[in-house]
């Protein structure tokens, strides 16, 4: 979602700031805009544009200001306009926000501003703007401000008399201050700044700060200064590079192997993965008799795949709840009862929110999420860390595939710990994960030239169908997500015995349906379903088991690799997304950065 960077110190800040602002590009965003000293003033440049265009604009700026804010919009209140773009000026105070501040309304009646923009970011600097003209103090004015704020923000501030100063709170939002020799920094995340320092200091919900060149100060919630540690980012700049790739997409899926075995080996022990490190004790496993599963988008996929497993395996219910709908939907949730919640970003407006309700309710939380830092992570009870790095691709893939590792993982240790598996079948599926399954996608991108001659085939379809059955049925739905998102293709994904009560009326001549076959149980099954759809003039791409017969009804066919039953869906996944990401090139979209949407979806 928004990104927000600023710099105050030695040196050329709108550089810097544009600079974090291209880092920050893969959050999503629709405008651009920046904030800068010049001559004792704050001046703002805007573009409804991408960021190149804002890079522009500076090079038409004749001085070189030291101290400037920058952002990059996701429009949440008003059209994605030159006028809702931020820095948001009024009075003298210039602002940049990320989040919603959902009692704006009342706010703007309160303090009788007279906005240009149709955006709730307004008002606030309208509000903060306000006190400041009663109490003459940038940062209180910016403290009490935000004492009147509900909702989720992160806001970076600049007074016309204050040059040099830059002012930042934050509420459910993220937002550092980085540390460098030359100056400081406030940024969304570290991926703004790690160019320039790996050094900075996480903010609380509630704080309010004030960086100069060379101090930060902080204030809490009761206005008392406080101090914050600083920590050392753990994060390389070929973390967030391309390394050779033309996406981070394209990347993202090659270090899917690697992904999966840097988060399980080191839970290893003799063999068996165990979670008693992340606070998960077989006592505690053991006694667990239901579970329920709450996420958003790919990361409520994984919690489809993980259902699947651990109801096979561990003979528990688990419910699967998308975490908008769990918030408002008045869940059965109890004291003592165990909720998972998976996110990547660790951000998600809605699963926090999803955490923050089951808290409440007494249960213990658990976070699966790639985010150390993250919100989720901080909140939930226990926090079991996937390694997938940064992803900074839209499109999540090897999180995905991560997640859904360490959920099969998870599942194998609760059915060892309830006495279902024994230590040879925890260390059979510990080395399923992070052998087979490592060498199985290592095997799908080694063949990646069969999996786009089929893009080549099908990328000009405007409705491709999705079948399987089974575990297999999770993995089409998050094959048909990856489609639609990067590639604009309008996809479903439906378990192939229901084609039959309806869906099957779309099937028309020349229709691409693609048949996962990955359950042996259920081959015969999807056999009939894939001649049902060609006899109706489908054109079936089956990605399939070796051993599954080869038929007529079969236009295209993409072999899986020999794996572990187990894991095989898992690793079906990469398929599709090579998939997605080709046909995603072929209709000549913007793979990494698609259309409307952004990386890690911090409102509700
Ligand atoms: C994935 O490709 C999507 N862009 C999206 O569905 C994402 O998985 C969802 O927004 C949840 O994000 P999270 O894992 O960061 O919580």
């Known amino acids: 979602m928004c990104g927000i960077i600023g710099y105050t110190g030695r040196g050329d800040a709108l550089s810097r700031v544009t600079a974090g602002l291209c880092a920050l590009e893969y959050r999503g965003y629709d405008s651009a805009g920046a904030a800068f000293f010049c001559g ?15 890079i522009k604009l500076t090079k038409e700026i004749d001085s070189s200001p030291n101290c400037a804010i920058g952002h990059t919009r996701w429009a949440t209140h008003g059209a994605p306009t030159k006028t809702n773009a931020h820095p948001h000026k009024y009075g003298r105070v210039t602002l940049v926000h990320n989040g919603i501040i959902e009692n704006h309304a009342e706010l703007k009646a309160a303090v009788g501003a007279h906005p240009i923009s149709e955006t709730d970011s307004e008002i606030a600097a309208a509000c903060i703007d306000a006190i400041f003209s009663e109490c003459g103090d940038p940062l209180l004015s910016v403290r009490r401000a935000c004492d ?9 501030v600049m007074f016309d008399c204050f040059p040099g100063m830059i002012y930042a709170a934050k509420n459910k939002s993220p937002l550092i201050v980085g540390i460098s020799k030359s100056g400081n920094y406030i940024a969304s995340d570290v991926a703004a700044i790690i160019s320039e320092t790996d ?4 903010l609380c919900d509630g704080d309010v700060c ?7 100060v902080i204030i809490d919630k009761r206005s008392e200064e406080v101090k914050r540690s600083a920590a050392v980012a753990n994060v390389v700049a070929d ?25 399980l080996l080191r839970r290893m022990s ?8 992340d606070g998960l004790s077989d006592e505690y496993l053991s006694g667990i008799e ?18 699947h497993y651990i109801e096979k395996t561990c003979r528990i219910p688990v419910d699967v709840v998308i975490a908008s709908e769990y918030i408002y939907g008045d869940p059965l949730t109890r004291s003592g009862d165990t909720v998972i919640f998976i996110s990547q970003s660790g951000e998600t407006a809605d699963t926090l929110s999803a955490l923050e309700l089951a808290s409440s309710r007494g249960a213990m939380t658990i976070a699966v999420v790639n985010v150390k830092t993250s919100s989720i992570a901080r909140r939930a009870d226990v926090a079991v860390f996937t390694e997938a790095g940064p992803e900074i691709a839209v499109a999540s893939t090897k999180a995905y595939t991560v997640q859904c590792a360490v959920m099969t993982a998870l599942g194998a240790r609760i059915a060892y710990a309830k006495g279902i598996l024994d230590t040879h079948g925890l260390r059979s599926v510990s080395r399923a994960l992070t052998g087979d399954l490592c060498d199985a996608i290592n095997d799908v991108i080694a063949r990646e030239a069969g999996i786009s001659a089929a893009a080549k085939r099908y990328h000009k379809s405007d409705d491709v169908y999705f079948i399987g059955r089974g575990a297999d049925v999770c993995a089409c739905l998050e094959a048909s997500l990856k489609l639609k998102e990067i590639s604009y293709v309008h996809s479903e994904a439906y378990a192939a015995g229901e084609l039959k009560h309806g869906t099957i009326s779309l099937i028309t001549d020349g229709t691409p349906v693609i048949a996962l076959v990955g359950d042996e149980k259920t081959s015969d099954k999807m056999m009939n379903a894939i001649r049902e759809v060609a006899a109706r003039g489908a054109d079936v791409f089956a990605v399939c088991r070796r051993d599954f017969p080869r038929d007529e009804a079969i236009k295209t066919r993409f072999e899986l690799p020999a794996c572990s039953d187990d894991v095989l869906a898992i690793a079906a996944q990469t398929v599709f997304q090579l998939f997605a990401y080709h046909t995603a090139k072929l209709r000549g979209c913007d793979v990494d950065k698609p259309r409307n ?7 509700e």
């Open 290 to 307: 239901k579970l329920t599963v709450v996420a958003c988008g790919t990361a409520y996929h994984a919690g489809l795949w993980a259902k």
């Open 239 to 263: 973390d967030i590079g391309l390394c050779g790739y033309d996406h981070f997409m394209k990347k993202e899926i090659a270090q899917e192997p690697e992904a999966i075995r840097k988060t």
């Open 597 to 603: 949407l952004a990386k890690s979806v911090t409102v």
């Open 199 to 202: 050094t900075y200091i996480e």
């Open 210 to 216: 004030m960086i100069s060149p060379d101090r930060c």
């Open 270 to 277: 003799d063999g068996a993965v165990s979670f008693c490190g």
């Open 40 to 54: 004792g003033d704050v001046n703002v440049i805007k573009t409804a544009g991408r960021i190149a265009e804002l």
């Open 148 to 156: 009147g704020f509900s909702g989720s923000f992160a806001i970076g």
